[in-house]
């Protein structure tokens, strides 16, 4: 039973323009939430990360938005670039930020055109 | 500074045979962790070790085994492989369990 889920596998978007890419959970006992990024042949790499007492977090070009009542995060890429072209994986785990119980959706598959 | 390194990056398997997947840190990171990804599935945690000299299960540990050979070194092995463990193997590694983890390229594994 997948408690996180990235129901998008794939996102294509124009070079400058806002890429949103979504994730939904079904524990509601998690209060840590991360994104990751991966590109072909490499290890995921952290991107940047919320905690529940928080509905918002940014990261330069990067926002992670959490909406607890939904049960749902989302990641803002404004403006896109072809360099974020890549896998994002969300993920989340129950004691603040723990590495033993981190649970990952499949990831979804940005592509940014020029 | 290598980072977090695997080896192999790609191996076949009959049905039956045994291996070990090696991975290695250079970040004098005290926990290391094994993972797992399937198509449509998310990483899963396989082992963990929190410190040198300690291992533990995670989400997926049957039919796996772990060593923590020193600081630097987690190897997993496979002691007789089945179909089902075909999949990509992640390690990771990280100062401790609540810090951000660093992952290695991953082993592309396939079970015939």
């Known amino acids: 039973d997948q408690q996180v889920k990235q129901n998008s596998p794939s996102l294509s978007v124009q070079e400058g323009r806002i890429s949103i890419l979504n994730c939904d959970y079904t524990?509601?006992?998690?209060?840590?939430f991360l994104w990751y990024k991966k590109y072909p042949a490499e290890g995921p790499t952290f991107l940047i990360s919320?905690?529940?007492?928080?509905d918002k977090n940014e990261d330069g070009r990067f926002t992670v938005f959490l909406n607890k009542s939904a049960k749902h995060l989302s990641l803002h890429i404004v403006p896109s670039q072809p360099g974020d072209s890549a896998v994002y994986f969300c993920?989340?785990?129950?004691?603040?930020?723990?590495?033993?119980?981190?649970?990952f959706g499949a990831g979804t598959r940005l592509t940014v055109k020029p | 500074n290598a980072g977090v390194t695997q080896t192999p990056k790609f191996q076949v398997l009959k049905t039956g045979q045994s291996m070990t997947l090696q991975c290695a840190q250079d970040?004098?990171?005290?926990?290391m962790y094994w993972y797992r990804q399937d198509p449509g599935m998310g990483l899963r945690l396989i082992y963990y070790?929190?410190?040198?000299?300690?291992?533990d299960k995670g989400e997926v540990p049957n039919g796996y085994n772990v060593s923590r050979l020193n600081k630097r070194e987690f190897s997993l092995r496979l002691e007789s492989a089945a179909p089902s463990q075909t999949s990509v193997y992640f390690c990771?590694?990280?100062?401790?369990?609540?810090?951000?983890?660093?992952f290695g390229p991953g082993t592309r594994l396939l079970v015939l």
């Open positions: 990771a590694s990280g100062w401790t369990v609540q810090e951000t983890q660093y």
């Open positions: 070790s929190a410190s040198e000299g300690t291992t």
């Open positions: 524990n509601s006992m998690f209060d840590y």
């Open positions: 993920a989340a785990s129950e004691q603040e930020y723990n590495n033993n119980d981190m649970r």
């Open positions: 919320i905690s529940s007492i928080k």
């Open positions: 970040m004098n990171h005290n926990s």
